[in-house]
């Protein structure tokens, strides 16, 4: 059964203190491995596609890298405006088109 | 360019009663995704429409429902409605539904009263 865990649930970190967070995933071949931000009240934002273990892809202070079995998003220096729900998704490679999600990090940076 | 256009924002329904929401993709996107957002079970895939067929559907009961029209934009139906049916609804749009980044509206959060 194809899933997808996320951790920690939640993260608080001091602006400027680096982080990582966690996905994990099961699935029946992977076609694509989706990061979004989602804040309050909105719909998610797309950060990131990998496609292949190793595979690696940067954007300002966010860098997500690809193993065969996880993902991690790595946050440097963080700011107060990087205060959002992190969400991971997999696509598998069955098939059909949709998108596994896990359930989130949610991430509130103080400053 | 346009995102994606979720209308209503916002609904409240009564228990049994129907509703129908509303998505107008990106322009030149032929995939819409439709899912379900609650804090228990996060984000469920409902189905995805491509070139006013359907071509996946989730684990979700018959009443919920949709169609896709020839400029692709898409509507979602709910019938007798529960209070578990309270949630967010998302659509998504993509080109093609294949390897691209799903692009998300803001979502519909409707309430069963």
């Known amino acids: 059964e194809d899933q997808v865990t996320q951790s920690p649930e939640a993260l608080r970190l001091q602006e400027g203190e680096s982080s990582s967070l966690n996905c994990s995933y099961t699935v029946s071949g992977l076609r694509g491995l989706f990061w979004y931000r989602q804040d309050p009240g909105k719909g998610p934002e797309f950060l990131f596609t990998?496609?292949?273990a190793g595979e690696e892809k940067e954007k300002e202070r966010l860098k997500a890298t690809l193993t065969k079995k996880e993902s991690f998003l790595h946050i440097t220096a963080p700011k107060p405006e990087d205060s959002a729900t992190y969400l991971c998704a997999v696509q598998p490679g069955t098939g059909a088109n949709n998108l596994f999600f896990g359930t989130g990090t949610r991430l509130t940076v103080i400053p | 360019k346009a995102g994606v256009t979720q209308t209503p924002r916002y609904l409240i329904k009564t228990r049994g009663q129907q509703v129908t929401l509303s998505c107008s993709p990106i322009?030149?996107?032929?995939?819409v995704s439709w899912y379900q957002q609650t804090p228990g079970q996060g984000l469920q895939f409902l189905f995805e429409y491509f070139s006013e067929t359907q071509r996946n559907k989730g684990n979700f009961p018959g009443r919920f429902s949709g169609r896709q029209f020839s400029n692709s934009r898409s509507e979602m139906n709910v019938s007798t409605l529960e209070l578990g049916d309270s949630a967010l609804y998302l659509c998504?749009?993509?080109?093609?539904?294949?390897?691209?980044?799903?692009?998300f509206g803001s979502g519909t959060r409707l309430t069963v009263v």
């Open positions: 990998l496609y292949s």
């Open positions: 998504a749009s993509s080109r093609t539904g294949t390897n691209y980044g799903y692009t």
């Open positions: 322009s030149g996107h032929r995939s």
